[in-house]
């Protein structure tokens, strides 16, 4: 019998399912599919994260044409609607920083600081525990205005958040307020999202982006991308 060739998360897109021994024969199944790219950048014949061609990838509406950083079907369904929400606040409140960083305490000079600066690099302003608590300041109040006062939270899973959300420190604060809202992109580091479902089911409902398929310079990319308008 044949074995189905798709990733956890599905085949990304009709060609790939296509292609696939198990699923090529299941009639209609495939036959449509949509999703929020732009006209101009339909095919699914495109280049991948690296500059590679890659099945399965394409452009979505808000990146530029001359970009050269290609998504999967599944980032750009997940990240749609962050955009939007980064649309709505950046018409109503241009004042706001790009982003808020959410990371571990250990990352906080590891991990947490490589993507800040790569964000920071490509033009992104945000919201850095490291650089924007200063002494003296109240720790809670000072995130909590920071949380106020940016477009969209990233939360950056790796294995020390894993270890630390269920000792309900810092982190675990930040998380919970990103959750209530739609501004919330996970970016899985070093770890899976299967390992993130045993300690947080609802951060794992939401897709995001993964350094296993992006490297983090083009995570950086992606979402300098998401909130530029």
């Known amino acids: 019998m044949a074995r189905c060739t798709a990733p956890v998360r599905g085949h990304s897109s009709a060609d790939a399912a296509a292609a696939c021994p198990a699923c090529r024969y299941k009639s209609g199944r495939y036959s449509s599919y949509s999703s929020p790219y732009s006209s101009s950048n339909s095919s699914y014949n495109s280049y991948g994260s690296g500059g ?49 960083l959410c990371h571990a305490w250990d990352d906080r000079k590891g991990a947490a600081k490589e993507l800040h600066d790569l964000l920071e690099a490509e033009g992104v302003k945000v919201w850095f525990s490291e650089k924007d608590l200063g002494l003296g300041v109240p720790m809670m109040r000072a995130i909590d205005k920071g949380l106020a006062n940016s477009r969209i939270g990233l939360v950056l899973v790796t294995p020390a958040m894993i270890t630390g959300l269920p000792r309900e420190g810092v982190a675990d604060k930040e998380l ?42 083009v995570v950086a990319k992606k979402i300098a991308e998401l909130v530029t308008v």
């Open 52 to 100: 590679t061609r890659s099945s399965g990838s394409s452009k979505p509406k808000w990146s530029k044409s001359s970009s050269s950083v290609f998504y999967t079907v599944n980032q750009i369904q997940s990240l749609t609607p962050i955009r939007e929400t980064v649309e709505t606040k950046a018409e109503a409140r241009p004042d706001l920083r790009d982003v808020f």
């Open 176 to 217: 919970s307020a990103l959750l209530a809202t739609n501004q919330l992109v996970p970016i899985v580091h070093n770890t899976t999202y299967e390992a993130l479902r045993n300690v947080s089911p609802l951060l794992a409902s939401r897709s995001g982006l993964d350094t296993s398929e992006d490297s983090m310079s």
